[in-house]
């Protein structure tokens, strides 16, 4: 592992770092010459793969007729959960984390289906339709069995047990509390307590997951064209469930079209089709429809927090709590104490909070089973922007100005959370006064009171501050009591003809990696851009890396090749130095592939290009230095010193009509602090989409259940996803503080747009509806639920 170097001067003119670059994997996915998983031709003897699915939120499996499936023409194996038994390892997720109860999945359930889409059996054809008919005429005696269908249901006394190996339904417990924490209650001046709900939504990739399963018997030898997130961790896990080592797996990443946290493992299919190819000894390719994606892959985002300020009459937070349930699903692809216990460890966010406490209680139901989505901890940020302006309401108070008397300054820093996080070169005072100047914060205020409560359109804003937490350190994981590590591999190699070639173990769906990665590696070896080539994506020829996850991209991925170009940087500029006969290379540097020289009226070039080093390393090696060996290859690791935190403050200013209920956004607006940006244009796409993200999901996303388990969202009908007209225009700031800690001064930034969008949008929707008494708890915020609390609420202006 390698520490990060001190931070350099700021990037002179012309540097990798900070030019807005076009995005050069763009003009090969707008001109459709990109690769995706479906652009690969099926090899001769390719199987196609269709799953067979529950009908039933919770049924007892018994006989499976499989006959008449096998009987039709091209049909050529229909495989069960205890066929497939004996060909792939059950998952066993028991990390040894107190509260949390081990859970255990075979890779297709055997005794009973526990939720709607619980796969329980694979049919294999000469083609898919053949697969498709062929799973028609499965026949299965179901034997249905009670549902659970929420948190209420689940902790039911009596109530029936999703998982039947487990005491109760509640999967994880864990408490945490400062020890002044009562001691600040009994003296707070007031008690104030408000209540968010966050509804089940999914991650809706515009490219449905595919796989493409090719076994080798001579070799023994497995290869899987998927698109995923993390090639070498799948790869072990894939590896692990089939008795397989490593170097018999290949994991081969093509293009993604979007993965979100939900193309991150082998899930189930996975499994299954590369067991099929093993079995069958032939290819197996699996394509997901949109309904199986929607309702049978991954949910996320359903649980009810309750927060409890203690407060001093001026607004002053003294203390806090929160109470988390979160509804985890049927089966367990993670620890199921990982995204709820992320958001109670964050929850204090920007703010000033020295005690506090929380309860995270996750439970079972029969539902589609939930894992990471874009910003797991989206609700954070609502929760915490949400119980600030229920302060200010409670005390008749300015919500800014809440904000402000409890927001953590420059002065604060280096701050220790409540939870023992570490908060470096954060700005969120200064985010927030940004943003408050930029959306005109006095003026809307006056002609929010001008409009009065009578209004047939009521005008609302929301504030709300993000400290989004992206590169999670291997310390933080061990923190949070999860399995994992936070550090990243690179490899810089530079070929005999100058030409650059970086890697690491992320791999992109959407994220612009070939440029920003390219950035990072020219910046610290000092090559130009355009010689850097990416390749990501391949488990042979990548470094063993943790993937792309979170927002660790730029920090984990980008740092260690910056990391890694400074250390190959040195050995170019030691090759120099010999070739122009110094003693040492300390008046060099390498800038944009040119070696340079300092002399007393500045810097000058020496003749010596990047490329006649590599020449010289590469086919020389007699003129190298002694000691130093032939070659210009570097592979480094690079564990972040602790989780890296981005903030940024996001406002929004709404109509809510009184009629309809229908919530109109008038203006947008974020300004936030990443720290270095490697590529602004980046950051301002990425900014978008993950603001666009939450704002979706506030205003239009639920993945709906009946109170019998049914999904009732199984297409683009029913799940409602935010069109272009759905969206404002986005008014970005940056206010940019490097990391002190971390290469270039990188933080990483991708899912506070997600987070910001969340709880700016909720609070300004509340924010109009307390005009006439109302207020919606939940999510989303849809006309008919805006309408319904307005009809609820007691309004003045009615008598």
């Given amino acids: 592992m390698t520490d990060a170097p001190p931070l350099p001067p700021p990037p002179e003119a012309g540097s990798p770092l900070g030019r807005p670059l076009r995005r050069r994997e763009d003009r090969r996915l707008l001109t459709g010459e990109g690769r995706f998983t479906e652009d690969i031709a099926s090899p ?99 034997d249905p069995l009670p549902a659970i269908a929420s948190v209420a249901d689940a902790a039911a006394p009596e109530a029936a047990l999703v998982d039947p190996a487990l005491p109760s339904n509640r999967v994880s417990l864990q408490t945490f509390a400062t020890p002044g924490l009562e001691a600040a209650f009994a003296r707070a001046d007031r008690v104030v307590q408000a209540r968010f709900g966050q509804q089940r939504q999914t991650h809706a990739p515009m490219e449905p997951r595919s796989a493409l399963a090719l076994w080798d018997n001579g070799r023994q030898h497995l290869t899987m064209q998927v698109g995923t997130q ?65 309702t049978a892959v991954l949910h996320a985002r359903e649980e009810v927090v309750t927060t409890r300020a203690a407060v001093a009459a001026d607004g ?40 506090y406490g929380y ?89 929010q009171a001008a409009r009065g409560p009578a209004a047939e359109t009521l005008l609302g804003i929301g504030l709300c501050t993000v400290v989004e937490s ?78 792309s996850r979170g927002a660790r991209g730029a920090t984990a991925g980008g740092g260690a090749l910056y990391l890694a170009g400074l250390k190959l940087k040195a050995k170019l500029l030691a090759i120099a130095a010999a070739m122009l006969d110094l003693n040492s290379a300390d008046a060099l540097e390498l800038r944009d592939g040119v070696v340079l020289r300092r002399l007393a009226e500045g810097w000058a070039e020496t003749g010596l290009t990047l490329a006649q080093l590599a020449r010289t390393a590469h086919l020389d090696p007699l003129r190298l230095p002694p000691g130093l060996e032939p070659g210009l290859h570097q592979i480094l690791a690079y564990d972040p010193p602790g989780t890296t935190y981005t903030n940024s403050t996001h406002a929004c200013a709404v109509e809510v009509e009184r009629a309809t209920g229908t919530v109109r956004i008038l203006r947008y607006m974020a300004a936030e602090d990443c720290g270095t940006r490697i590529n602004p244009m980046v950051v301002a796409g990425q900014t978008h989409g993950a603001t666009a993200m939450g704002l979706s999901g506030a205003l239009l996303e639920h993945a709906a259940y009946g109170t019998d388990g049914q999904a009732l969202a199984g297409s683009f009908m029913d799940y409602a996803i935010a069109r272009a007209d759905d969206l404002p225009a986005f008014e970005l700031s940056h206010h940019d503080t490097p990391n002190p800690r971390t290469p270039a001064g990188i933080k990483g930034m991708s899912e506070g747009g997600t987070m910001g969008g969340i709880g700016a949008l909720m609070n300004a929707v509340n924010d109009a509806l307390a005009q006439v008494g109302a207020r919606l708890e939940a999510q989303p915020a849809t006309p008919a639920r805006v309408w319904a609390a307005l009809r609820g609420a007691a309004d003045p202006t009615r008598a």
């Avoid at 060909?87 to 255990?104: K, S």
């Avoid at 089939?242 to 991150?264: D, H, N, R």
């Avoid at 999670?472 to 650059?500: C, D, K, Q, T, W």
């Fill in 44 to 142: 001769p003897g390719c199987l196609h793969a269709v799953f067979l699915r529950s009908p039933h939120a919770h049924a007892g499996i018994g006989a499976i007729d499989a006959a008449a499936a096998r009987a039709l023409p091209g049909v050529a194996a229909v495989l069960t959960g205890r066929d497939l038994a004996a060909l792939v390892a059950p998952l066993r997720m028991a990390p040894p984390i107190e509260g949390l109860q081990p859970m255990e999945m075979p890779v297709l359930p055997v005794e009973a289906a526990r939720f709607v889409g619980d796969p329980v059996a694979l049919v294999l054809a000469e083609t898919r339709v053949a697969a498709e008919d062929a799973a028609e005429l499965v026949g299965i005696a179901w």
């Fill in 230 to 294: 993390a090639p070498h961790p799948y790869r072990s896990a894939l590896a692990v469930r089939l008795g397989l080592k490593e170097w018999q797996v290949t994991v081969e990443s093509p293009e993604m079209g979007g993965g979100f946290g939900q193309k991150i493992i082998p899930l189930r299919e996975d499994l299954c089709i590369a067991a099929a190819a093993r079995l069958l000894r032939r290819p197996v390719r699996w394509r997901e429809t949109r309904g199986e994606n929607l």
């Fill in 316 to 355: 002053r937070i003294l203390g806090l709590t929160c109470a988390i349930d979160a509804d985890f699903g049927a089966w367990s692809f993670f620890p199921a104490n990982y995204m709820a216990r992320v958001v109670a460890m964050i929850l204090p966010g920007p703010y000033r909070i020295r005690d």
């Fill in 359 to 447: 309860e995270v209680s996750v439970w079972l139901t029969n539902k589609c089973p939930s894992g990471p989505m874009r910003a797991p901890m989206a609700i954070t940020s609502w929760v915490m922007e949400g119980t600030m302006d229920a302060i200010a309401r409670a005390l008749g108070l300015d919500p800014l100005e809440v904000r402000r008397c409890n927001s953590l300054t420059e002065a604060d820093l280096p701050w220790i959370t409540a939870t023992g996080e570490r908060y470096d070169a954060v700005t969120p005072l200064a985010t927030l006064e940004a943003v408050a100047e930029q959306l005109g914060y006095a003026a809307l205020r006056a002609e």
């Fill in 470 to 547: 992206n590169t999670y350190s291997s310390a933080f994981y061990r923190a949070a009591g999860i399995p994992g590590s936070g550090h990243e591999v690179a490899s810089l190699r530079i070929e005999p003809s100058g030409a650059v070639i970086a890697s690491c173990g992320l791999m992109g769906s959407g994220q612009g990696y070939d440029t920003t990665l390219a950035q990072a590696a020219a910046a610290g070896l000092g090559a130009a851009v355009e010689e850097v080539q990416v390749q990501i994506g391949n488990s042979d020829t990548a470094p063993y890396g943790m993937g």
